[in-house]
């Protein structure tokens, strides 16, 4: 049975210095809370990281990683109109006043199925001169046998590498592939 996800909205967001981790992630619960009680139309779940190291978030400091995975990029509108109202609307305006930044991004998944519970994630890009079939030739095998997922970069839209590779143990990139492994710490 394949994923019916297709797309994911990657939100990466950092809290204020005066507020406690604690407080910060129990606001970031009740919104995705509120999100999964009412969800929009192709919705399919979404799920939140601890992380740090990641360069284009909060500088590489701790910072979040929301992934809210829809059917397809018709269903973007939807989410981002749920998001801020009806009984969505008091749990997302409580989280974001907590927010110090936050950037996004938009990426399809290649190979694999949704991973929830993933650990680790390898953001990377294909090399130059690399067609994407012999990436997509390379990583399938690694990713069949470890249960991973191939998140790739939609439109450009985006500050992380074009890839990212998500697993639920480390998983080292193939050679010639290159990119920061950072541990996930489930929040959602």
Known sequence: MSD?????????????????????ED?????HAALTAAPSEGFEGSHSFG????????RGHEAYEDWYLVR??????PLNAAAISASRKEPHDSAAEFAAGGVAG?????????????QHARWFSKPD???YDELWALLGPKLKRHGAA????????GPSPEFCLQSTGPLELPAGLSGPEIALRSVV
Do not use: C, K
């Not at 297709?6 to 604690?22: G, K, M, Q, S």
């Not at 191939?150 to 839209?157: A, C, I, K």
């Open 4 to 24: 019916p996800t297709t797309l994911a909205y990657v939100f990466w967001h950092w809290r204020r210095e005066d507020i406690a981790a604690n407080e910060y």
């Open 27 to 31: 606001r970031q619960r009740r919104f």
């Open 51 to 58: 992380l740090s190291g990641a360069p284009w978030a909060n």
């Open 72 to 77: 397809d990029s018709s269903a973007l509108d």
């Open 106 to 118: 938009l990426y399809t998944l290649r190979l694999g199925r949704t991973l929830p519970a993933a």
């Open 129 to 131: 001169g690399m067609r």
């Open 150 to 157: 191939l998140w790739m970069r939609f439109m450009v839209l």
